[in-house]
């Protein structure tokens, strides 16, 4: 079955641009859905099928993707971007959705 | 606008069997897949399976002798029972949404409020 690769962590100072990357061989045929999840509350769309953004989102949150790899960028960071950031796709071999490990963002 | 709520126990024995409900209200189950995710505290989220409106399902492979995923039209909810249960099962267990009607995507876009299941004797 396929995997999907994340950082665990990453840190960026307040108003500075930071990118997440999610890493999987089923990436190279699906998009990346990108997930905010905040302590204690559910996951929140950010940005689905590599680049578009549910109504609600900042503009600041933007996805790219190329080969294996897709990436979510903040650009202008704000304190209240700190969250953990999950991606999912769909599985190559089995046709079900798969989830990234998260990658827990800290703005300094 | 459409909600989801998820119910039921909160404590299951070793061994018993989970069961909960998503309760879809603010508009119809009809149309959309819906799936379960859990997350183990202080992990990543898990795909557990989608049931369709209709009734068709798809499981994930790890768990797909224990569980099964069921919906119920006439009153707007659909449900999750996962069998033989261990402490490895406990988890918050989320309701969520695909994003259009009648497309699987896997792109989850409404999500419940998430239930908090411990598996403990």
């Known amino acids: 079955s396929s995997e999907l690769t994340q950082d665990p962590a990453v840190s960026v100072a307040l108003g500075q641009t930071v990118t997440i990357t999610c890493q999987g061989d089923s990436l190279r045929f699906f998009s990346a859905t990108w997930y905010q999840q905040k302590p204690g509350q559910a996951p929140v769309l950010v940005l689905y099928?590599?680049?578009n953004r549910p109504s609600g989102i900042p503009d600041r949150f933007s996805g790219s993707s190329s080969g294996d790899t897709a990436s979510l960028t903040l650009t202008g960071a704000q304190a209240e971007d700190e969250a953990d950031y999950y991606c999912?796709?769909?599985?190559?071999?089995?046709?079900?959705?798969?989830f990234g490990g998260g990658t827990k963002l800290t703005v300094l | 606008q459409v909600q989801l709520q998820e119910s039921g126990p909160g404590l299951v024995k070793p061994s018993e069997t989970l069961s909960l409900t998503c309760n879809v209200s603010?508009?119809?189950?009809?149309?959309?897949?819906w799936s379960w995710v859990r997350q183990p505290p202080g992990k990543a989220l898990e795909w557990l399976g989608f049931?369709?409106?209709?009734?068709?399902?798809n499981y994930n492979p790890s768990l797909q002798s224990r569980l099964t995923i069921s919906v119920d039209m006439s009153k707007n909810q659909f449900s999750l029972k996962l069998t033989s249960v261990t402490a490895a099962d406990t988890a918050v267990y989320y309701c969520?949404?695909?994003?259009?009607?009648?497309?699987?995507?896997?792109?989850?876009?409404?999500w419940g409020q998430g239930k908090m299941v411990t598996v403990a004797s």
């Open positions: 099928d590599k680049t």
């Open positions: 969520a949404r695909d994003l259009l009607p009648h497309i699987l995507l896997y792109t989850f876009d409404l």
């Open positions: 999912n796709s769909r599985d190559t071999t089995n046709n079900v959705a798969i």
């Open positions: 603010g508009g119809s189950i009809s149309g959309y897949y």
């Open positions: 049931v369709y409106y209709s009734g068709s399902t």
